[in-house]
C-alpha cells in the first residue's frame, strides 16, 4: 500500500487568470492562493486550490480542514470528494476516507482512477475482497491500465489467490512493461510458490538492466539459496544490503545465508544487525539463537530463544532448542523440563526427535514421562 506521502492527488484545474501557476514552488502558490482568499472567501476554485496544495505540501491536517469549507461550496464536485478522501487517509482517517471516496463514487460512478483510489484504501484496511471489487471497477473504465491491475493483483495475493495474482501481475507488465514494481510481485508470488525457473525468467529482464533494487537481489538470492547455490546467492545478497542497509529482512536473508555456509561467526553478525532493526522478530532470534548454538554459546543462546518465546510463546521449536542448549550445558533438569514443554506442544515431532539426538537421549525420560 502506497504511504501517506506517495498517495495521488487528482489535480484541480485552476481558473486561467489566475498568477499562481507563475509561482517557483508550492509553497508560493499557496501564499498566492490565500491573497486570493482573502480578497474573494467564498471563491470555489481558490478553496479547491488551496486544499490541493495543502495535501501536495503534506500539511494533511489543514487540508483535511480546507477540503471540509471546500465542500461548503462544492458539494457535488467528486474531485473535491476523492482528494478529500487521500487528505483523511495520509491523516490517518482512514474510515472517514472511505465515506468520502464512497461520495465522490456517487458523484461518479464511471472515474477510473477513483475507484483506484478506493481501493487502495480498501486495500489498508485490510479489506481485500472488497479492493479486488473495487479495482475491478477501475479496469472497466480503464482496462490497459498496469497500476489499476498491479492493485488488483496484490489484494488477490493478500487473499491467496495466488493464479488471480499471477494473472493480474502478468497483465500489469503487458500494458506498463516499466512498472518495476508489477515485475518483482510477480516473482515474489511465483517464488512463494515454489516455481523457481518461472520466477527466475521473470527477473531476467531486471537483472540484464541492472536495477538499481534491493528488491531483486534480495529475491534472485532468496531463488539461488533455495536452489542449493548458496554460494552465488550470497553476493547477491550482500548487493542488496548495499542498497537498502536499513532493511532488517535483508541482513535476516544475509544471515541465513551465511549460517548455510557454516560462517556462523559473520551470521550472527549479519542477524544481530537485522534484530537492532526490527526487534519484535520471532524468526530473527530463532535463527540467531540457532546460530548461536552452533558456536556453542549456549547461555546466549537459551536467552535468544527466551526472546522469541516473549512474542509467540507456543513456540514447540524455541523449547525444544533450549532443551538441547541444557542438555549440553549438563543442566539435565532444566533439559527435561524444556523437553516437556515442546513435546506437549508437537508430540509428533518432537517425540522423535529426542530418540535421534545423541546428546537428549542419555538425559530424557522414558517417553511416557515425557
Not at 471516496?101 to 484504501?121: D, M, S, T, V
Not at 512498472?179 to 515454489?194: P, S
Amino acid at each position: 500500500m502506497a504511504s501517506a506521502s506517495s498517495i495521488q492527488q487528482t489535480a484541480v484545474v485552476p481558473a486561467r487568470n489566475w498568477d499562481w501557476a507563475s509561482a517557483a514552488t508550492l509553497a508560493e502558490a499557496l501564499g498566492k492562493c490565500e491573497v486570493r482568499l482573502q480578497a474573494e472567501p467564498t471563491n470555489a476554485e481558490a478553496w479547491r486550490l488551496r486544499s490541493y496544495l495543502l495535501g501536495r505540501l503534506g500539511r494533511y491536517e489543514a487540508a483535511v480542514s480546507s477540503y471540509q469549507k471546500t465542500l461548503a461550496f462544492a458539494p457535488t464536485d467528486p474531485t473535491v470528494w476523492a482528494n478529500y478522501g487521500t487528505a483523511l487517509a495520509a491523516a490517518g482517517w482512514v474510515t472517514e476516507a472511505a465515506n468520502a471516496y464512497e461520495k465522490a463514487l456517487e458523484f461518479a460512478p464511471h472515474q477510473g482512477r477513483i475507484w483506484y483510489r478506493y481501493g487502495q484504501l480498501l486495500h489498508r484496511l485490510k479489506r481485500y475482497e472488497a479492493a479486488v471489487a473495487a479495482y475491478g471497477q477501475a479496469l472497466t473504465q480503464e482496462p490497459s491500465n498496469g497500476l489499476f491491475w498491479h492493485g488488483q493483483g496484490l489484494a488477490a495475493y493478500r487473499l491467496r489467490c495466488f493464479d488471480q495474482a499471477i494473472a493480474c501481475f502478468k497483465a500489469a507488465i503487458h500494458h506498463a512493461p516499466q512498472h518495476r514494481d508489477a515485475y518483482l510481485a510477480l516473482a515474489f508470488t511465483l517464488t512463494r510458490l515454489q516455481r523457481y525457473p518461472e520466477a527466475l525468467v521473470c527477473l531476467a529482464e531486471p537483472l540484464r538492466q541492472r536495477w538499481a533494487d534491493p528488491r531483486l537481489y534480495a529475491c534472485y538470492g532468496h531463488i539461488l539459496r533455495r536452489q542449493g547455490d548458496t554460494a552465488t546467492a550470497l553476493d547477491h545478497i550482500h548487493h542488496a544490503v548495499r542498497l537498502d542497509p536499513e532493511n532488517p529482512r535483508t541482513w535476516f536473508q544475509k544471515g541465513i545465508t551465511l549460517a548455510r555456509l557454516c560462517r556462523y561467526e559473520e551470521a550472527h553478525h549479519a542477524l544481530t544487525e537485522a534484530l537492532k532493526r526490527q526487534i519484535y522478530f520471532v524468526q530473527g532470534w530463532l535463527v540467531l539463537g540457532l546460530t548461536l548454538r552452533q558456536l556453542h554459546r549456549y547461555e546466549e543462546a537459551i536467552e535468544a530463544f527466551n526472546k522469541a518465546l516473549a512474542i509467540e510463546p507456543d513456540l514447540a521449536l524455541a523449547f525444544f532448542q533450549q532443551a538441547c542448549c541444557y542438555a549440553a550445558l549438563e543442566r539435565p533438569d532444566w533439559a527435561i523440563e524444556h523437553l516437556r514443554r515442546a513435546v506437549k506442544l508437537n508430540p509428533q515431532k518432537y517425540l522423535p526427535r529426542v530418540q535421534q539426538d545423541e546428546l537428549l537421549k542419555t538425559i530424557s525420560p522414558l517417553d511416557g514421562d515425557l
